[in-house]
């Protein structure tokens, strides 16, 4: 089945504790992306990779990392996670250059996380 | 900079009703348009899209017109169900950056 799964779905911890949210898709895409989700607000995105090795920034990069060195894993990391940055993540994937071609995105469950 | 605006919520309709959601956008270039659903507990699925000005979009009896002159991709439904209670988001693709409106969620009551 074609999934873009990411772990943990939900996540409790406390401020300045380092965290990694993994993405992994089974589709073979080219390009991946993780949003954060608040109310109000809409999704926002934080960082977008087109391929291995190549990401950038999106909106609301900061306190955010990534790394893409495999296709088929995006992880999300936050190296010292603060209360702002509660919110619920998706991670999603398309084909390819989604700006060019209309791809469509598929998106994961999403990730619940609460910094206390 | 690049943004969508969507018709706040919630809306709360019959079972049987028109629906309308409006979405109008600011972009540079030629963005595609989406609409995305997401149901509760969920992720987003694609619900529709269109490439290019003047096309339509359409998906289990929703539609929506890629209209250049009003910079507007309004969701339209000629009936709806109580299983299309859900939040409804437009988004917007240029460049390499998707870019979304803030969602609207629909309520249907039989």
């Known amino acids: 089945e074609a999934q873009v799964t990411q772990n943990p779905r939900y996540l409790i911890t406390v401020t300045g504790k380092k965290l990694t949210v993994t993405c992994s898709q089974n589709m073979n895409h080219e390009y991946m992306s993780w949003y954060r989700q608040d109310p109000g607000l809409g999704l926002r995105q934080i960082y977008y990779?087109?391929?291995?090795?190549?990401?950038d920034k999106g909106d609301v990069p900061e306190g955010y990392k990534v790394s893409r060195k495999e296709k088929r894993n995006f992880p999300l990391i936050l190296e010292s996670p603060s209360p702002n940055q509660t919110s619920l993540y998706f991670c999603?994937?398309?084909?390819?250059?989604?700006?060019?071609?209309?791809?469509?995105?598929?998106f994961g469950p999403g990730t619940r996380l609460l910094v206390l | 900079g690049d943004s969508v605006t969507q018709m706040e919520g919630p809306v709360t309709l019959s079972e049987e009703a028109f629906l309308t959601i409006n979405c109008t956008y600011t972009a540079t270039g030629y963005p595609s348009l989406f609409w995305y659903v997401q149901y509760p507990g969920e992720g987003l699925q694609l619900l529709l899209k269109?490439?290019?000005?003047?096309d339509k979009g359409s998906n289990k009896g929703f539609e929506a017109t890629y209209r250049k002159e009003t910079t507007s991709f309004h969701l339209e439904k000629g009936s709806v169900q109580v299983s299309d209670s859900a939040v409804y988001f437009c988004a917007l693709h240029t460049g390499n950056q998707f870019y979304f409106g803030t969602g609207t969620s629909l309520t249907v009551i039989p």
């Open positions: 990779s087109m391929n291995v090795e190549v990401t």
């Open positions: 999603a994937s398309s084909r390819g250059l989604a700006g060019v071609y209309g791809e469509t995105q598929y």
């Open positions: 269109a490439t290019k000005a003047d």
